[in-house]
């Protein structure tokens, strides 16, 4: 058989990711600040993109029955005024009359004042924003306020708030500054910034005292008096090489190390075991103090160096709006102070262009023009798409937001991908680190997202959330004398038709951080000791 070439047609179907698909996928899970973050590059790169400076319109679904009240534009995109838009013909917003009053002409400078009335405005009031105070050149190089040429200006707009402010204070340079404090020696502080080199974020000596003092070639007994006085820093706590340590020294700085504190800290498995019987026999001690011990070492701080701790936490802004209306059916809005507004100024790019430029200025010109009304469009889009998951989601948890957490209903991605019609991934990144706020407060709508616990007898599911909730329940009502195990609260809850294994109970109970019934049966029988001695001393006294 002869090899020959030839042509043949066929007809597939392909999913091509072009890197503008990938950008707008990009773009659905970024957060707000990540998002304000990318547009400020975007406007940086291009010089027609520009911020609205105001607009007070926003997203809004207002719902009867779940129908959709939308502030559409005239070529059927939803809300494009609100997220995007173009300058006029002249390239200006429309303003007010008087709102160009600087430029109507008037005399307005102190100068042109001063010659008009044949007086000086500076004998009138000598404080003008006009006018500069001389300081002389040695002087105004050292002070970062003055400008270069030996004026002070008394406006602000040349003022520069980073010169002033201070940077996070450090664990290390509050240390720092004690050390200096705490020793007079040379070879001392040498030594205590060594130790304090090795403290951790949470303010533990992470150090081998032995390893240190050969290295220095000092004696260990010499760095461990250093460490006994650094441990009496603050805040107290620091210079700890363990758990126990640390609470010691918190304890000591307060007066409250006395013997039977000294033997519960050498046996806190015990007291984390609530294993108060052991712990009386060890301490000496009854069950009131025991409780009373306890009680002060819950108020210890642990872990005292992470007040130190350079992480910033970004301030949560809710992207989604949720609210019951007079007659009621839900309003869904989005945040208009999340929403970033961004404007095409297409008049610039039409002056541009009929000015002479080269081939290279005209390319860049309209790739520019492109990536804009790229961006504006993918921000609408954002904005549809995580509108319509919100008001998905508001449809199916609508007895939570009613009556609360009991009634969360079990939720996955598929179903809200089927009822919207999208793909599971793509609902996947619009939940993800995006915030609903409702009259019960802020959830992150992956919230709105629980596993389904089978229900006795074929009944409807129940949320993992809601069964956590009714497991708390159960716990905070049990009496002294009668503490539910896992075994008991599983018979509970196949009463109230939630089919669940007593593992998972252990497991959203740990989760939950509460104790197993040993621990608190022994805890709440000490309590109800003590209450009933209470109770004795004072009928006694009565």
Same mark, same amino acid.
């Given at each position: 058989?002869?090899?020959?070439?030839?042509?043949?047609? *066929?007809?597939?179907?392909?999913?091509?990711?072009?890197?503008?698909?990938?950008?707008?996928?990009?773009?659905?899970?970024?957060?707000?600040?990540?998002?304000?973050?990318?547009?400020?590059?975007?406007?940086?790169?291009?010089?027609?993109?520009?911020?609205?400076?105001? =607009?007070?319109?926003?997203?809004?679904?207002?719902?009867?029955?779940?129908?959709?009240?939308?502030?559409? &534009?005239?070529?059927?995109?939803?809300?494009? &005024?609100?997220? &995007?838009?173009?300058?006029?013909?002249?390239?200006?917003?429309?303003?007010?009359?008087?709102?160009?009053?600087?430029?109507?002409?008037?005399?307005? %400078?102190?100068?042109?004042? &001063?010659?008009?009335?044949?007086?000086?405005?500076?004998?009138?009031?000598?404080?003008?924003?006009?006018?500069?105070?001389?300081?002389?050149?040695?002087?105004?190089?050292?002070?970062?306020?003055?400008?270069?040429?030996?004026?002070?200006?008394?406006?602000?707009?040349?003022?520069?708030?980073?010169?002033?402010?201070?940077?996070?204070?450090?664990?290390?340079?509050?240390?720092?500054?004690?050390?200096?404090?705490?020793?007079?020696?040379?070879?001392?502080?040498?030594?205590?910034?060594?130790?304090?080199?090795?403290?951790?974020?949470?303010?533990?000596?992470?150090?081998?005292?032995?390893?240190?003092?050969?290295?220095?070639?000092?004696?260990?007994?010499?760095?461990?008096?250093?460490?006994?006085?650094?441990?009496?820093?603050?805040?107290?706590?620091?210079?700890?090489?363990?758990?126990?340590?640390?609470?010691?020294?918190?304890?000591?700085?307060?007066?409250?190390?006395?013997?039977?504190?000294? @033997?519960?800290?050498?046996?806190?498995?015990?007291?984390?075991?609530?294993?108060?019987?052991?712990?009386?026999?060890?301490?000496?001690?009854?069950?009131?103090?025991?409780?009373?011990?306890?009680?002060?070492?819950?108020?210890?701080?642990?872990?005292?160096?992470?007040?130190?701790?350079?992480?910033?936490?970004?301030?949560?802004?809710?992207?989604?709006?949720?609210?019951?209306?007079?007659?009621?059916?839900?309003?869904?809005?989005?945040?208009?102070?999340?929403?970033?507004?961004?404007?095409?100024?297409?008049?610039?790019?039409?002056?541009?262009?009929?000015?002479?430029?080269?081939?290279?200025?005209?390319?860049?010109? =309209?790739?520019?023009?492109?990536?804009?009304?790229?961006?504006?469009?993918?921000?609408?889009?954002?904005?549809?798409?995580?509108?319509?998951?919100?008001?998905?989601?508001?449809?199916?948890?609508?007895?939570?937001?009613?009556?609360?957490?009991?009634?969360?209903?079990?939720? =996955?991605?598929?179903?809200?991908?089927?009822?919207?019609?999208?793909?599971?991934?793509?609902?996947?990144?619009?939940?993800?680190?995006?915030?609903?706020?409702?009259?019960?407060?802020?959830?992150?709508?992956?919230?709105?997202? =629980?596993?389904?616990?089978?229900?006795?007898?074929?009944?409807?599911?129940?949320?993992?959330? %809601?069964?956590?909730?009714?497991?708390?329940?159960?716990?905070?009502?049990?009496?002294?004398?009668? @503490?539910?195990?896992?075994?008991?609260?599983?018979?509970?809850?196949?009463?109230?038709?939630?089919?669940?294994?007593?593992?998972?109970?252990?497991?959203?109970?740990?989760?939950?951080?509460?104790?197993?019934?040993?621990?608190?049966?022994?805890?709440?029988?000490?309590?109800?000791?003590? *209450?009933?001695?209470?109770?004795?001393?004072?009928?006694?006294?009565?």
């Amino acid at each position: 058989m002869a090899l020959s070439p030839k042509l043949d047609l *066929r007809q597939t179907q392909a999913l091509v990711m072009t890197p503008l698909l990938m950008q707008s996928i990009r773009l659905l899970q970024l957060t707000h600040v990540e998002l304000e973050q990318f547009i400020e590059q975007e406007i940086e790169k291009n010089p027609l993109l520009e911020r609205a400076e105001t =607009n007070d319109e926003h997203f809004s679904l207002s719902e009867q029955g779940f129908g959709a009240d939308r502030n559409s &534009s005239d070529d059927g995109e939803f809300g494009r &005024s609100t997220m &995007s838009g173009d300058l006029d013909a002249e390239g200006n917003r429309s303003s007010e009359p008087g709102d160009h009053w600087l430029e109507s002409g008037e005399i307005t %400078s102190s100068g042109s004042m &001063s010659d008009t009335f044949d007086s000086s405005l500076e004998n009138i009031f000598p404080d003008d924003p006009g006018t500069h105070d001389f300081i002389a050149g040695d002087l105004a190089s050292q002070w970062k306020s003055s400008s270069g040429d030996g004026y002070v200006s008394s406006g602000g707009e040349g003022f520069n708030l980073e010169q002033v402010t201070a940077s996070p204070v450090t664990i290390r340079d509050h240390v720092g500054e004690q050390i200096l404090f705490a020793f007079e020696k040379a070879t001392d502080r040498l030594i205590a910034a060594e130790l304090a080199d090795h403290l951790d974020e949470m303010g533990y000596l992470r150090a081998d005292v032995a390893e240190i003092a050969e290295r220095l070639g000092v004696e260990a007994a010499h760095i461990e008096k250093l460490i006994t006085v650094m441990q009496g820093f603050e805040p107290a706590g620091l210079f700890a090489r363990d758990l126990a340590e640390c609470l010691a020294i918190q304890l000591c700085a307060k007066n409250r190390l006395d013997p039977p504190m000294k @033997i519960l800290l050498q046996h806190l498995e015990l007291l984390a075991k609530r294993d108060f019987h052991s712990l009386k026999k060890l301490c000496g001690a009854t069950d009131a103090d025991i409780l009373d011990m306890l009680q002060e070492i819950q108020l210890l701080d642990p872990k005292p160096g992470t007040a130190f701790s350079s992480g910033v936490a970004d301030s949560i802004i809710p992207d989604v709006q949720v609210d019951l209306g007079s007659d009621g059916t839900w309003r869904i809005e989005l945040n208009p102070s999340a929403l970033p507004r961004v404007l095409v100024n297409n008049h610039y790019f039409a002056t541009v262009s009929k000015a002479k430029a080269s081939a290279a200025d005209k390319i860049f010109l =309209n790739d520019c023009l492109q990536n804009a009304n790229w961006l504006t469009r993918s921000l609408d889009q954002r904005a549809q798409t995580i509108l319509k998951v919100a008001s998905e989601i508001v449809r199916q948890q609508e007895q939570f937001l009613l009556h609360g957490v009991a009634h969360l209903r079990p939720l =996955n991605l598929r179903n809200v991908a089927d009822a919207i019609g999208m793909h599971e991934s793509t609902v996947s990144r619009v939940t993800a680190n995006k915030y609903m706020l409702t009259k019960r407060g802020v959830f992150e709508l992956r919230y709105f997202f =629980n596993a389904a616990i089978a229900a006795t007898e074929g009944g409807e599911q129940h949320s993992s959330q %809601s069964v956590r909730h009714q497991i708390k329940r159960l716990i905070d009502a049990e009496k002294p004398d009668d @503490i539910l195990s896992d075994d008991t609260i599983v018979d509970l809850l196949k009463g109230q038709g939630v089919d669940i294994a007593r593992r998972t109970v252990a497991k959203y109970r740990e989760a939950m951080n509460i104790a197993s019934s040993v621990q608190r049966r022994r805890e709440k029988k000490a309590q109800a000791s003590v *209450r009933k001695a209470d109770e004795k001393s004072r009928a006694d006294v009565a």
